[in-house]
């Protein structure tokens, strides 16, 4: 649902060592790992959810996804001069 998918984003930013390469725990895979079994805690409080980190980890992928596909869209309009309609 949106409210989890908001949820797993503000979640998903506090542990910047899943994305931030100038993080000290970036390369550590037992700091990442542990983030993502945090994160997957916390996403199963809510009734009815049952993720496991694998799950988080595509879910992550998933959005990361999304929002280069967009940004790609959003770079090719500036270029062509398309409005915001052609997007």
Do not use: M, W
């Not at 980190?53 to 990361?64: C, E, F, G, H, Q």
């Amino acid at each position: 649902t949106k409210s989890l998918t908001i949820t797993l984003i503000g979640l998903y930013e506090l542990h910047t060592c899943l994305y931030d390469v100038k993080n000290k725990f970036y390369s550590n895979k037992h700091a990442r790992v542990e983030a993502l079994n945090k994160i997957a805690q916390r996403l199963n409080e809510e009734p009815g959810v049952n993720f496991t980190v694998d799950d988080v980890k595509k879910k992550i992928a998933n959005l990361r996804s999304q929002f280069n596909h967009e940004i790609c869209k959003i770079n090719e309009s500036k270029r062509s001069g398309g409005g915001t309609d052609n997007i």
